[in-house]
């Protein structure tokens, strides 16, 4: 009930290309979806967060998309660059103080 | 600082010693957390604290591990006889807490090589 699956475990795109990383889970209380982006040698960092009254967010070129009834919820990241280059957590948390469930991580590579 | 502060940055121990990993999280934030993130995989979490509330030690490997909050601020996370699979980087976060924005601020991290 507290586990959020992510996928896939490691992705390579050409520059401009646009990847999709897909997350679900299964406790149906979560209500809050961030991402956090990690570059190498840092502690990783909020990117992007949605809750289940949207189905959709976007700031810049990063979008999340939300499928509350099959439990899913993805990333893409449009126009993608070299300097996206990074590893990319989904988590989960129900807003009143539970912990941040973390999905494994997915590594990126754009190339140039 | 602005941000969480982790000490060390890094830190190798011999095999069977007892190392102190210490986080200094954002002031005024009364959740915090620890995890760890072995060599390209995800954060696992370890342990997890909110204000005065006990803490949530379900992540918690083992009894060789265990974490204090002092005074609701500073926290340490102690592993008393290393052993060689508890080579990982350390994760400090801390957040807002039980409020309406739960963004988790990570530190860099400790990295902690047993050999």
């Known amino acids: 009930q507290q586990q959020v699956k992510q996928s896939p475990q490691s992705l390579i795109v050409q520059k401009g290309g646009i990847p999709i990383i897909n997350c679900a889970y299964e406790?149906?209380?979560?209500?809050?979806f961030p991402w956090y982006q990690q570059f190498p040698g840092k502690g990783p960092a909020l990117l992007i967060a949605?809750?289940?009254?949207?189905s959709e967010k976007k700031e810049g070129r990063f979008t999340i998309s939300f499928n509350k009834s099959a439990k899913q919820f993805s990333l893409h990241i449009m126009d993608s660059q070299p300097g996206d280059s990074a590893t990319y957590f989904c988590?989960?948390?129900?807003?009143?103080?539970?912990?941040?469930?973390f999905g494994a991580g997915t590594i990126l590579r754009v190339k140039s | 600082g602005a941000g969480v502060s982790q000490s060390p940055s890094n830190k190798v121990t011999e095999k069977g010693k007892d190392v102190e990993l210490r986080c200094d999280p954002i002031?005024?934030?009364?959740?915090l957390y620890w995890y760890r993130q072995s060599l390209g995989q995800g954060l696992e979490f370890l342990i997890y604290?909110?204000?005065?509330?006990?803490?949530?030690k379900s992540g918690l490997p083992s009894d060789r591990f265990s974490a204090e909050r002092t005074g609701g601020s500073v926290s340490t996370l102690t592993i008393q006889r290393t052993q060689q699979e508890d080579s990982a980087v350390y994760l400090c976060?801390?957040?807002?807490?039980?409020?309406?924005?739960?963004?988790?601020?990570f530190g860099q991290g400790t990295r902690l090589t047993v050999v």
């Open positions: 976060a801390s957040s807002l807490g039980p409020s309406r924005n739960t963004e988790a601020f």
């Open positions: 406790n149906t209380a979560f209500d809050y």
């Open positions: 949605i809750r289940p009254d949207v």
């Open positions: 988590a989960a948390s129900i807003l009143g103080g539970n912990k941040l469930v």
């Open positions: 002031s005024g934030h009364t959740a």
């Open positions: 604290f909110q204000g005065n509330s006990a803490p949530d």
